[in-house]
């Protein structure tokens, strides 16, 4: 089955404990992207990659790290978290190395608390 | 601000009635997509629309677009409780390189 997997679902983490997220899908896609959604703010983008060791800032990088050493995973990294990334996570990836001619495939989420 | 700003932000009908959700946005773009969301769950894909057409149709959705007054709608006919969710357009700007800007999203209620 075509399908980005996110791994935690759920997270509790205390201030400063570096975390991994981690994301895979098994479509071969050139694209992928990290998105958080915050009620009252929409999605944001983070970070995304249009190819192995490619990646770009989105609209909200801050305090957040990626890398893309294989093309199926795309792990979201926080070095140091603060309660103000406490927020809903998205993975998402794209046919098309530029990401946005074709649609997205989303990931089920990762919910991260940050106390 | 956002590019895509979705109208209404929230919407309650019957089951049975056509729900309309409207999308305004800022700049010229290449293609225009909505997708749905499911309370909590990861996004998914309903239509895309791309700058040179005018109407697209999938099953219940119809989605129209124009570019004239940057803007576009939702209409999904005939609506069913399992309907209920948020809905988001997501704009592929000319002038955004590779990337998607969502709007905030309209919350569809359908009652059964």
């Known amino acids: 089955e075509a399908q980005v997997t996110q791994n935690p679902r759920y997270l509790i983490t205390v201030t400063g404990k570096k975390l991994t997220v981690t994301c895979s899908q098994n479509?071969?896609?050139?694209?992928m992207s990290w998105y958080r959604q915050d009620p009252g703010l929409g999605l944001r983008q983070i970070y995304y990659?249009?190819?192995?060791?490619?990646?770009d800032k989105g609209d909200v990088p801050e305090g957040y790290k990626v890398s893309r050493k294989e093309k199926r995973n795309f792990p979201l990294i926080l070095e140091s978290p603060s309660p103000n990334q406490t927020s809903l996570y998205f993975c998402?990836?794209?046919?098309?190395?530029?990401?946005?001619?074709?649609?997205?495939?989303f990931g089920p989420g990762t919910r991260l608390t940050v106390t | 601000s956002q590019q895509g700003e979705e109208d209404p932000q929230a919407l309650s009908i019957q089951e049975g009635e056509n729900a309309t959700m409207n999308c305004s946005y800022k700049?010229?773009?290449?293609?225009l997509q909505w997708y749905r969301q499911n309370s909590g769950r990861g996004l998914v894909h309903l239509i895309l629309?791309?700058?040179?057409?005018r109407e697209k149709h999938s099953g219940r959705l119809r989605v129209t677009l124009d570019t004239s007054k940057k803007s576009s709608s939702l209409l999904i006919t005939a609506s069913r409780a399992a309907d209920t969710a948020s809905y988001f357009c997501?704009?592929?700007?000319?002038?955004?390189?590779?990337?998607?800007?969502f709007g905030e999203g309209t919350q569809l209620t359908v009652n059964p």
């Open positions: 998402a990836s794209s046919l098309s190395r530029t990401g946005n001619i074709h649609e997205q495939y």
């Open positions: 479509m071969n896609h050139e694209y």
């Open positions: 990659s249009m190819n192995v060791e490619v990646t």
């Open positions: 700049t010229s773009i290449n293609n």
């Open positions: 629309i791309r700058s040179n057409e």
């Open positions: 997501a704009t592929s700007q000319e002038t955004s390189g590779s990337r998607l800007t």
